[in-house]
């Protein structure tokens, strides 16, 4: 099978060709700071080959302290981008393809990382699209006016 993906920005195009072993949602610390959020979704496949179609020249891979954690992104607008892993695993951020996922996630792991606000997150509200005023506005973090002349 072939599925095709691109960045946010659309500079960057690619195209993949073959199929995937797994899909993980990573709570792991590192997954979370690279994605700025609960968890990365990431597809795996030692087998699939990665074309860019466009934009080669704009990716940049980032690769932590040498330990492996590695990540591709565009540099115009920051998207996650697929990467190739030592030893051949290619790896492709799900959220990066412009079709469905060829497959369902396969699990959740480093769950002990996660962060503090990620739970029961399929028990709070939710809105087909941004919603209207139902939402209560998150208050300020700073009062203004203390320490003023009094009122
Ligand atoms: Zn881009
Ligand atoms: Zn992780």
Not at 47 to 58: K, N, Q
Not at 63 to 69: L, V
Request: proline share 6%.
């Amino acid at each position: 099978m072939n599925y095709a993906g691109s960045c946010l920005c659309g500079k960057v195009a690619f195209e993949i060709e073959g199929g995937f072993e797994s899909f993980y949602l990573c709570h792991c610390e590192r997954c979370r700071k690279d994605t700025g959020s609960a968890h990365a979704a990431n597809m795996f496949s030692s087998t699939a080959t990665l074309r860019w179609l466009s934009g080669e020249d704009l990716v940049k891979t980032f690769d932590f302290n040498g330990t492996g954690h590695v990540k591709s992104f565009c540099t115009v607008c920051g998207s996650a981008l697929p990467n190739i892993q030592k030893g051949g695993m290619l790896v492709v951020p799900a959220g990066s393809l412009d079709c469905d996922a060829p497959l369902p996630p396969t699990a959740h792991i480093f769950v002990s990382h996660k962060a503090n606000w990620d739970t029961g997150l399929e028990k709070i509200p939710a809105f087909g699209e941004l919603p209207e005023s139902t939402v209560p506005r998150p208050s300020r973090c700073t009062k203004r006016n203390q320490g003023g002349s009094g009122e």
